[in-house]
């Protein structure tokens, strides 16, 4: 999971990430070939992690 505006797109302008769709609150999920079940369980955690501190 990825923030493009601040890692792979932090060199454009503002004018220039909304050009290239890319949001200010956007955040980029890549996921594998795991089963739909691992997936969800990896980013339930994840997101329990992230609000838990």
Request: net charge negative; proline share 4%; no cysteine.
């Amino acid at each position: 999971m990825i923030h493009p505006a601040s890692t792979t797109h932090r060199q454009l302008s503002e004018e220039e990430l909304a050009r290239a769709g890319v949001r200010p609150d956007m955040i980029r999920l890549s996921v594998g070939i795991e089963e739909a079940d691992d997936i969800l369980w990896d980013i339930d955690q994840a997101l329990r992690r992230a609000a838990n501190g």
